[in-house]
């Protein structure tokens, strides 16, 4: 599986991060699967909304398996991250370009709302941050508030910071098992926060 962690200018560093590290244990462990930090136009680096500063691996390019998209900057409408990207347009139109060229989505966070700008989660089941979700339910989605990751199939979602850890542990459950999962989490002395809330399971 081919996995594209997508940053910006001013993503936040943990909702890329976690995932591709947990990613990159779970291919060390036996997954058969690359990672790659990846922007849509071509830079030397990137830096997060902490400042990290990243040398991405490429530019996005084909369709990957799974698209990861982090997020940062919705809330207070900063000048860089997920809002930004949003008002410019062209990251939503490339992850909805991808989706419909059959790439699963995910997003952790706010990097969520970049989905109801990409057309993605009316009349579906997600979730983001906490400071987001009724935003996030006025675009059409059926929000789950509770949930810490939500999959709805071609479109994951998860909530804020930390929980991109237990949605990369999750796509590590669905594509090689539950051993394969609680084994990275274990390397890595994390314990898991729940299960996923998958599309066809009740909600009270």
Not at 79 to 86: H, R
Not at 163 to 179: K, P, T, Y
């Amino acid at each position: 599986m081919e996995v594209d962690v997508l940053v910006f200018g001013g993503f936040e560093e943990f909702d890329a991060i976690d995932p591709y590290e947990v990613l990159a244990n779970a291919a060390r462990t036996g997954a058969d699967l690359s990672g790659r930090l990846v922007t849509l136009a071509a830079a030397d680096e990137v830096a997060g909304s902490h400042g990290l500063r990243i040398r991405p691996d490429g530019v996005l390019d084909g369709n990957p398996d799974l698209v990861l998209v982090p997020g940062s900057g919705w809330n207070d409408h900063a000048e860089k991250g997920a809002w930004a990207e949003a008002q410019k347009g062209a990251l939503p139109e490339a992850v909805a370009s991808l989706h419909e060229g059959e790439s699963t989505v995910a997003a952790v966070c706010t990097g969520g709302m970049l989905l109801p700008a990409a057309g993605l989660v009316r009349g579906r089941r997600a979730v983001t941050h906490h400071g987001a979700l009724d935003e996030l339910r006025e675009n059409g989605a059926k929000v789950l508030p509770e949930a810490r990751v939500v999959d709805a199939g071609d479109i994951v979602t998860a909530g804020g910071v930390t929980s991109g850890i237990d949605l990369a542990l999750h796509l590590v459950e669905r594509g090689w098992g539950m051993q394969l999962a609680e084994k990275v989490a274990e390397e890595m002395e994390y314990e898991r926060r729940g299960r996923a809330v998958t599309s066809h399971q009740e909600v009270t």
